[in-house]
């Protein structure tokens, strides 16, 4: 409303005249704006982000309680207001943040990028959203821009990314491929290597059904009744299946998971790894194939065979061992071969503690008593044996010794047989030295006949009548030569039980090379006479003296002789030589 006085010309009062409008749609007008501006400087004051209003010319206009603050954290002195970038910041960073702002404006676009900063003395990383503000005729008159700090989400997702990088990295060392399951709409997502693994092309998603459908039968329920446990059990999935793959192939795969929950305990899903096991379970197989031929070829051995740990505990033994020993590994759980006190006493330790240090070798054989280690154990009636023990250890890869093998053999009855061989020889010792000395007690008075019949022989062979008598001179001469032969077998008699005994006896004396030569001559003449041999006999001219037993030494070249006749071709040649060396 409005109001002014009419007045006469004498200048007095008149009246007035009075004007009213109706401003109710200017007063809501204005209160409108109002509340906005209250809302808009609550919104700048309370708002986390950064924000502000500048002018065309870069002048700010408007900022939020936090660009404040920022600016103040920054070392910014003063108001901002009214202020450009250039006029407090690093020149680099304001004509970077000015060609943002002119960028904005030319286009009339707002436009959003994350834009990075050091800021309040640290490196800051923000979402900022430019935007032109127009006036009512559409021209861009100022720039507004809200900055949300999002460094730590970009840190937080810096993290997750090198976490994701190493789980990559772990995931390909170890030939794992990842998978992922939603329940809510039953699709399996498979990893690059988890796809290979399964045999399908990577990328295209299948159901958790048609998973399971490649599956071998007979590992299919097992399956899922894995995941159905371990999804209502909140535990691990893990299992083990052989898998069909589409070109026909089968492969033995691992599979760990576990599964999600919502808020309210419901399973979202699960996540998990594979692992191709092919090669592990051939192994494992081939592994158990091999055990079985060992197993199966120690129970067919006919020697016995015991394992044990490498602290000296027994850990299997073959049926060979049980009945020889009347017993089983599982009844003697206590026993321990390295504090075996028989063994201690036989003196065998030492050596066995070699074996299990990793020295393969031969024990002596013993005479091994089991009532005397275990008594009362053997179901045996004889449990006393002679046993010969071959041990050697089993290594570890890295060269620990892993077990110790004990193959003994039951030599009872053989060492029984040696000792009666044994006692047999040497009853024949006995007899024979025994026969010798009777059969020498009646040599010697005939021998002495003899001699006494040659002194009686008057010379030249004559009787007492003084008639010749040859034929009597030459059976003289008959039954000595076969009384001193018969006397030399007596004497080997007696040499063959010396030297069974260990007791062969050398009568030694002072004898002249050539004689004994001449002897083996006498012994060895006939047999090279009939093969028409050759002979030749170098000795030395001066003669050889030789502490020896003339009888001996006269065998040893005799018996060369002989050999050379035996083994020369008829009519050859045979040279027995011997000379004076040092001296």
Not at 72 to 87: F, K, L, N, Y
Not at 180 to 200: E, Q, T
Not at 375 to 404: F, K, M, N, Q
Request: aromatic share 6%.
């Amino acid at each position: 409303a409005s109001a002014r006085p009419l007045l006469l010309p004498d200048g007095a009062v008149r009246g007035a005249v009075a004007t009213l409008r109706d401003v109710t749609e200017r007063r809501r007008a204005e209160r409108a704006a109002h509340e906005a501006e209250m809302r808009l400087a609550a919104f700048f004051e309370h708002s986390p982000a950064v924000m502000f209003l500048k002018d065309t010319d870069g002048r700010y206009l408007l900022i939020s309680r936090r660009c404040a603050e920022l600016a103040e954290a920054s070392g910014v002195v003063g108001p901002i207001i009214g202020r450009t970038d250039a006029e407090f910041l690093p020149p680099a960073l304001a004509q970077a943040f000015r060609r943002d702002d002119l960028a904005v404006m030319e286009s009339g676009r707002a436009r959003t990028y994350e834009e990075s900063a050091l800021l309040g003395g640290k490196q800051r990383t923000g979402l900022a959203t430019k935007f032109p503000l127009r006036d009512a005729s559409g021209q861009v008159y100022a720039v507004g821009a809200i900055n949300l700090d999002i460094t730590d989400r970009v840190r937080t997702e810096e993290a997750l990314k090198a976490t994701a990088e190493r789980l990559n990295l772990a995931l390909a060392a170890t030939d794992l491929g990842d998978w992922a399951w939603d329940a809510a709409s039953d699709v399996v997502m498979l990893s690059p290597r988890a796809a290979d693994i399964f045999g399908i092309p990577p990328g295209p998603r299948m159901t958790w059904t048609a998973m399971l459908g490649l599956l071998h039968g007979e590992d299919r329920e097992r399956a899922r009744l894995g995941v159905e446990r371990a999804v209502a059990q909140h535990s691990r999935y893990d299992m083990e299946y052989r898998l069909n793959r589409p070109d026909g192939t089968q492969v033995w795969v691992s599979a760990l998971g576990r599964a999600r929950y919502g808020s309210d305990g419901r399973p979202l899903g699960m996540f998990g790894v594979v692992q191709d096991i092919t090669a592990r379970k051939q192994l494992e197989a081939a592994l158990r194939e091999s055990e079985a031929r060992f197993r199966s070829l120690m129970e067919q051995a006919p020697f016995c065979i015991q394992i044990f740990a490498p602290d000296g505990r027994p850990l299997a033994g073959n049926r060979a061992w049980e009945e020889l020993w009347g017993l089983t590994v599982e009844q003697v759980p206590d026993y321990n071969v390295l504090s075996d006190p028989q063994l201690e006493t036989r003196g065998v330790l030492p050596a066995l503690r070699r074996a299990f240090a990793g020295e393969t070798l031969e024990l002596p054989p013993m005479l091994y008593d089991l009532d005397q280690s275990l008594p009362g154990r053997s179901r045996h009636p004889s449990p006393r044996r002679w046993i010969a023990v071959v041990a050697y250890p089993l290594r570890h890869p890295d060269g620990r010794v892993r077990e110790v093998v004990l193959v003994h053999q039951d030599i009872t009855e053989r060492q029984r047989a040696e000792d009666a061989l044994r006692e047999a020889d040497r009853r024949k010792n006995e007899f024979l030295a025994t026969l010798a000395h009777e059969l020498r007690n009646p040599l010697a008075p005939i021998r002495n006949a003899v001699e006494i019949l040659k002194l009686a022989e008057p010379a030249g062979g004559a009787s007492p009548e003084g008639a010749a008598t040859p034929t009597r001179q030459a059976a003289l001469d008959v039954i000595d030569r076969q009384l001193r032969h018969t006397v030399r077998l007596v004497d080997d008699l007696l040499d063959v039980s010396r030297i069974t005994r260990g007791r062969l006896e050398l009568r030694r004396e002072r004898v002249e090379l050539a004689a004994i030569v001449e002897q083996a001559l006498e012994t060895s003449r006939p047999h090279i006479e009939r093969a028409r041999h050759q002979l030749t006999v170098s000795l030395p001219p001066q003669p050889i003296w030789l502490s020896a037993d003339p009888v001996r030494l006269a065998q040893v070249f005799s018996n060369l002789l002989n050999n050379a006749s035996k083994y020369t071709e008829r009519g050859g040649r045979i040279a027995l030589s011997a000379e004076l060396a040092g001296g």
